[in-house]
């Protein structure tokens, strides 16, 4: 019976995470010690972080490894997952977008959702949900695709002028950043590259509404 409590405890934990889906399993060993929301147990969050990590299987459509980007994570290395995780869009987008070393807003619809899914599912569960593609679509949609108000809402401008934080020392690299703080997406020259990561059928969920619906 208390096998089933803890499993059950547990799927809701990782469900408030968004981790339960395709890329996602239960792990075999006992997992009470992530379920608690007592102090005691936030303070041992790298720990539970990692066993949340274990959870997440490393699907790659793209034959491309994760274990380098699940390691960072584990570690809270948040700015060496941020440079991964570039680092893996970019090979992602396919040939010219890594001659050039950066993505084309028209490049990310060629990257597989599975990818994109496991990526997302990894920073989810590494920050304990506070981060991840999925977190900033979500935050997106809430303040009406309104991007300054979303670049508010997850620390990217700051001053009265909203000016864009300066790559990479100002931004936040630890579990206290706003919720959807990372990964980051450079946006200085505008936002069609991120719009085309948030918009990604691997964040979009199917819906009877239209998407300006949500």
């Keep these: 019976m208390q096998a089933r409590r803890t ?20 792990p075999a060993s006992d997992t009470a010690s992530l379920l608690s929301d007592s102090p005691q ?6 720990a539970d972080a990692a066993q949340a990590l274990d959870a997440v299987e490393l699907k790659s459509a793209a034959q491309q ?9 584990s570690k809270g290395a948040f700015q060496k997952a941020d440079d991964e995780t570039r680092a893996k869009l970019i090979q992602l987008a396919g040939k010219e977008a890594s001659k050039r070393n ?16 496991t990526i997302d599912q990894l920073w989810k569960a590494g920050s304990g949900g506070v981060f991840g593609f999925s977190v900033q679509r979500e935050l997106w949609m ?6 300054t108000r979303f670049f508010k809402a997850i620390s990217w ?50 819906s009877s509404n239209p998407d300006w619906m949500a």
């Design 142 to 147: 809430q303040n009406r695709k309104y991007w």
């Design 41 to 46: 147990q936030e303070q041992r969050e790298p």
């Design 65 to 73: 490894d994760y274990s380098v980007l699940k390691e960072h994570l």
């Design 102 to 117: 950066w993505v084309y807003f028209s490049e990310v619809q060629f990257i597989p959702s599975e990818d994109l899914q």
């Design 157 to 206: 401008v700051t001053g009265e002028r909203n000016n864009y934080r300066k790559w990479p020392g100002e931004f936040m690299y630890t579990r206290e950043a706003p919720k959807g703080h990372l990964p980051l997406t450079n946006c200085l020259r505008g936002t069609q590259l991120f719009e085309a990561i948030l918009q990604h059928p691997a964040f979009v969920k199917e």
């Design 7 to 26: 499993r059950r405890c547990y799927l809701l934990k990782a469900e408030s995470w968004g981790l339960v889906g395709q890329n996602w399993a239960l």
